[in-house]
């Protein structure tokens, strides 16, 4: 059965510092791969994506995942952090299922930037 | 501007009472998707519909009910036998109901139910 892991609930991190979201999935089959942000009460807005074009996506904000399949890793970076990256972090895969696509998400990983 | 319109943003219901949750959207999307986020557990399918005048159930379907009478509509309630309706509620679409598309998010409605 098709999973997404991510590992820590909670990252902090000083403006300024690398931005690191671990994000390790399961499946059978290659996956398409999201990360989404959502700021507190608020809906969830797509950051990149991932389908089997290039490796390295970049997105919006400054954001960029590479797909690891070795590793089975999409793991979201981001060189230097703004206070504004406080969100809340949701790692997803997607697969067929039912003759349509299912959105599988992690638990979500909470990002405090710290001044 | 395109999107997916949720209302209202904030509802409150009494224990017993049937409610629903309006979502909208003008993106010309054939499909439309109900999740319910609550703290710590990312989110949860709980019905989706790939074209109008269908829809199927999801992982947490119990005690939902919805309808896609028009492309742009797709209306959730929550009924009396959901045991544990307060949570976040999100709703949203994509082009197709395919893996290799995103899906877009409307802003959610919260429920809080006494």
């Known amino acids: 059965a098709q999973s997404v892991t991510q590992l820590g609930s909670h990252v902090s991190v000083s403006e300024g510092a690398l931005v690191l979201l671990r994000c390790n999935y399961s499946?059978?089959?290659?996956?398409?791969l999201f990360w989404y942000v959502q700021y507190p009460n608020q809906g969830l807005q797509l950051l990149l994506k991932?389908?089997?074009?290039?490796?390295l996506v970049k997105g919006i904000n400054g954001f960029e995942a590479e797909f690891k399949k070795s590793e089975t890793s999409f793991h979201l970076t981001k060189p230097s952090a703004h206070m504004s990256d406080a969100a809340e972090y949701f790692c997803?895969?997607?697969?067929?299922?039912?003759?349509?696509?299912?959105?599988?998400f992690g638990q979500g990983t909470e990002l405090s930037v710290k001044p | 501007d395109g999107g997916i319109t949720q209302s209202p943003k904030y509802l409150f219901r009494k224990e017993g009472q049937n409610v629903t949750l309006s979502c909208e959207q003008n993106?010309?999307?054939?499909?439309m998707y109900w999740y319910r986020q609550d703290p710590g557990q990312g989110l949860r399918l709980i019905y989706y519909?790939?074209?109008?005048?269908?829809?199927q159930k999801g992982d947490i379907a119990e005690g939902y009910s919805v309808s896609r009478e028009k492309k742009e509509s797709f209306p959730l309630t929550v009924t009396s036998a959901q045991k544990n309706p307060t949570a976040f509620y999100l709703c949203?679409?994509?082009?197709?109901?395919?893996?290799?598309?995103?899906?877009?998010f409307g802003p959610g409605t919260r429920l809080t139910v006494t």
């Open positions: 949203a679409s994509s082009i197709a109901d395919k893996p290799f598309y995103e899906q877009y």
């Open positions: 499946s059978s089959v290659p996956p398409y």
């Open positions: 991932y389908t089997s074009a290039a490796t």
């Open positions: 997803a895969v997607s697969v067929y299922y039912n003759q349509g696509g299912k959105l599988i």
């Open positions: 993106l010309n999307h054939d499909a």
């Open positions: 519909s790939q074209i109008v005048n269908d829809f």
